[in-house]
C-alpha cells in the first residue's frame, strides 16, 4: 500500500475510487484525490516485498499501470491506444532510479489514463459504430468503405451509414 497505516480493505476502496476517475475520464478529479490521499513521503511506507526499495516502487507502478490501464478499457478506449499508452509507462517504469522519479511517474500515470479516456473514450456510441472507429483505429491502410463495414457488420450500408453521421 502506498497509503500509510490503513487497513487492506481502505486501500482497496481508495484505489477503487481512484480508478473511477479514470474510468470516467476526469483528470482533474484523479490528480485531486492524489493529493488528498497521499502524504508526503508515503512512498517510504510502499509494502517492502524485496529488500530494494527501488525495485518495490517499481513493481508498484507495475500494478498501477496494469489497473489504469484496465480502468481505461473499462472506460471505452479502444485497445490499441491502451497498449501504446501502457507500454511507454513500461519503458519508464523500468528506468526508475529515485522515489522522487516514482512519486512522479504514478501521478503522470494517472492523469495520462484519465486524459486517454476523456479523450478516446467510445462508450457513448453504439455497437456498430464502436466496432467501426475499432476497426479504423486499428488499421489506417484496410479498405475503410462503407461496404466494407456494412458487410463485416452485416447491416445495410444506407442505415450504417445514417447511424455513422448522427453519432459522430
Do not use: W
Not at 525495485?55 to 496494469?66: E, P, Q, V
Not at 467501426?132 to 457488420?153: G, H, M, Q, V
Amino acid at each position: 500500500s502506498i497509503i500509510p497505516n490503513l487497513s487492506i480493505d481502505e486501500v482497496y476502496r481508495i484505489e477503487n475510487q481512484l480508478l473511477d476517475c479514470i474510468r470516467t475520464g476526469n483528470p482533474q478529479k484523479a490528480e485531486q484525490f492524489i493529493q488528498e490521499n497521499e502524504t508526503g513521503n508515503s512512498f517510504a511506507n510502499i509494502e517492502q516485498r524485496t529488500p530494494d526499495p527501488i525495485r518495490n516502487l517499481k513493481n508498484h507502478c507495475i500494478i498501477l499501470n496494469t489497473l489504469c490501464r484496465k480502468s481505461a478499457e473499462r472506460g471505452g478506449v479502444p485497445p490499441v491506444y491502451i497498449h501504446q499508452v501502457s507500454s511507454d509507462f513500461a519503458l519508464q517504469i523500468e528506468r526508475i532510479t529515485s522515489m522522487g522519479e516514482g512519486v512522479e511517474l504514478t501521478r503522470h500515470m494517472v492523469r495520462k489514463y484519465s486524459l486517454l479516456v476523456k479523450n478516446r473514450s467510445i462508450n457513448e456510441y453504439s455497437l456498430p459504430v464502436q466496432r467501426i472507429i475499432t476497426l479504423i483505429d486499428t488499421d489506417l491502410t484496410a479498405n475503410l468503405s462503407l461496404n466494407r463495414f456494412a458487410t463485416e457488420l452485416n447491416q445495410n450500408a444506407c442505415y450504417l451509414s445514417s447511424l455513422f453521421k448522427k453519432e459522430t
